[in-house]
């Protein structure tokens, strides 16, 4: 299992060892965008999901700490996403972070749930304790670039609240140190080439100016031979 490192405002360092991850789809708080980020995977040959929202679960070893994702193929892109870690059992061993949900564009037209699984997601190094940032959590940003270009910006209020997940987390007996949820992810503008060569999420605090970010390169692998 892979063991992710977050190092809170106040220099304290938690860890936990990934046994559950879980990839939020399609958990706009808008109809209007739900069906905006439908329409934009639909552009890319993905079906409608048939249950909104979807909750996918994703081998543990594709959450990672990481400044360089290997793709085989140049259709794979990011989304930018907010990320759960529960390292306790206490309120305040809840975290927040940032996330990439890093898919396979082109595997996504055959299933969205194996698409999940050939990406990793991809978490910052630092976070916040869920309960320090609760009665501001509507307001926090949530931005991300493809390459250089920014390609997603807006607020958490766009998206189903970290209480709503830890909700279902419960009631599915899986609130526990080692859980890991992502969140799912706010519209692109339109337009936008979201293959880029390289990702950047970041999120903020209005209220402090407080950030936490993460970015990686995208690698190509070689061409396979046979």
């Not at 936990?16 to 109809?31: I, P």
């Not at 050939?118 to 978490?123: H, I, K, S, T």
């Not at 940003?141 to 998206?159: H, R």
Request: glycine content about 8%.
């Amino acid at each position: 299992m892979p063991e992710l490192r977050f190092t809170l405002p106040d220099g304290q360092e938690r860890r936990t060892e990934v046994h559950t991850l879980l990839n939020a789809g399609y958990a706009g708080r808008s109809q209007e965008d739900v069906a905006a980020h439908v329409a934009e995977l639909a552009e890319l040959g993905v079906p409608a999901p048939s249950v909104i929202p979807a909750l996918y679960p994703v081998a543990p070893y594709l959450a990672s700490q990481t400044d360089e994702v290997p793709v085989q193929h140049e259709r794979t892109s990011g989304e930018a996403e907010w990320a759960l870690v529960i390292t306790g059992p206490e309120p305040e061993d809840v975290l927040l972070t940032a996330a990439c949900d890093h898919t396979d564009r082109a595997l996504e037209a055959h299933g969205v749930a194996w698409s999940k699984n050939a990406g990793p997601d991809v978490l910052a190094a630092k976070a916040w304790r869920l309960v320090d940032v609760q009665d501001r959590l509507d307001d926090l940003t949530l931005s991300a670039w493809a390459g250089e270009t920014l390609i997603q910006q807006g607020k958490l209020a766009e998206l189903l609240p970290p209480s709503y997940w830890l909700d279902v987390l419960r009631e599915r007996d899986l609130y526990a140190p080692g859980t890991v949820l992502i969140s799912g992810t706010i519209p692109m503008v339109h337009g936008v080439d979201q293959f880029a060569h390289s990702w950047r999420v970041e999120l903020g605090d209005p209220a402090t100016g407080e950030t936490i970010e993460l970015a990686y390169s995208v690698r190509r692998l070689p061409e396979p031979i046979g």
